[in-house]
T-cell receptor
Framework: GENVEQHPSTLSVQEGDSAVIKCTYS??????FPWYKQELGKRPQLIID?????GEKKDQRIAVTLNKTAKHFSLHITETQPEDSAVYFC??????????FGAGTRLFVKA | EADIYQTPRYLVIGTGKKITLECSQT?????MYWYQQDPGMELHLIHY???????EKGDLSSESTVSRIRTEHFPLTLESARPSHTSQYLC???????????FGPGTRLTVL
C-alpha cells in the first residue's frame, strides 16, 4: 500500500538557523500534502498544507515545497525559535480515503 | 465552540477488562479516525469512518471495534484490555475529501 518516508527522524538546530524536513512517497495519485506539529503533551495541529496543483506555499516563517515528478515534499522553517521545538509529521491524502502519516521528525531548537 | 472531545482523559484498568473510549465532535465532520500513539512517536491508524454506518479497519490491529451510529459520535471499544494496549489514543475528524484533520486531546490508557 501507499506509504510515506520522512527524514530526518531527529533534527537539532541553533536558534535562528533554518530547518528542513523531507518526505518522499510512491503513489502518484496523492494530491494533498499537510504538515502537522505536535508539541510535548499536546495534540497534533495542522501548520501548513499544499495541494498538487501548487509547487510552493508560504506562511510567515514556514513554507512547503512539492515536487510531484520526484514525489517528494519538504517543510522549511526559517529563523527557528525555541517554540518551534516539537515533533513534525508529514502526511498525504489521495482521493479522500485515509490519510497516511510519516513517522515524524523530532526538532530541537537550541537557544 | 466547535471542537472534538474525548473521555476519559486518563484511565488505569486491569488486564481482561472491557473498556470504551468516547469521542464526540461538534464540527459537523463526516470523517472520523482513531489513532494509537506512544508519546511523540508515530501515529498508528486503528479505525476510521466516512460517515454514519461506515467503519473501516486501519493498519494497526488492536482487538478493538468502533461504531458510527451518529455523525458526531465515534466510540472505540477494547473487548479485553492487555498491557500491550497501554498507550495514548487520539480521535480526529475532518470534512469529506482530503482535508485537515482536527485532533482531540487524547485518552492516556494504562493496562496493568
Amino acid at each position: 500500500g501507499e506509504n510515506v518516508e520522512q527524514h530526518p527522524s531527529t533534527l537539532s538546530v541553533q536558534e535562528g538557523d533554518s530547518a528542513v524536513i523531507k518526505c518522499t512517497y510512491s503513489d502518484s495519485a496523492s494530491n494533498y500534502f499537510p504538515w502537522y506539529k505536535q508539541e510535548l503533551g499536546k495534540r497534533p495541529q495542522l501548520i501548513i498544507d499544499i495541494r498538487s496543483n501548487v509547487g510552493e506555499k508560504k506562511d510567515q516563517r514556514i513554507a512547503v515545497t512539492l515536487n510531484k515528478t520526484a514525489k517528494h515534499f519538504s517543510l522549511h522553517i526559517t529563523e527557528t525559535q525555541p517554540e518551534d521545538s516539537a515533533v513534525y509529521f508529514c502526511a498525504l491524502g489521495a482521493g479522500g480515503f485515509k490519510t497516511i502519516f510519516g513517522a515524524g521528525t523530532r526538532l530541537f531548537v537550541k537557544a | 465552540e466547535a471542537d472534538i472531545y474525548q473521555t476519559p482523559r486518563y484511565l488505569v484498568i486491569g488486564t481482561g477488562k472491557k473498556i470504551t473510549l468516547e469521542c464526540s465532535q461538534t464540527m459537523g465532520h463526516d470523517k472520523m479516525y482513531w489513532y494509537q500513539q506512544d508519546p511523540g512517536m508515530e501515529l498508528h491508524l486503528i479505525h476510521y469512518s466516512y460517515g454514519v454506518n461506515s467503519t473501516e479497519k486501519g493498519d494497526l490491529s488492536s482487538e478493538s471495534t468502533v461504531s458510527r451510529i451518529r455523525t458526531e459520535h465515534f466510540p472505540l471499544t477494547l473487548e479485553s484490555a492487555r498491557p500491550s494496549h497501554t498507550s495514548q489514543y487520539l480521535c480526529a475528524s475532518s470534512e469529506s475529501g482530503d482535508n485537515e484533520q482536527f485532533f482531540g486531546p487524547g485518552t492516556r490508557l494504562t493496562v496493568l
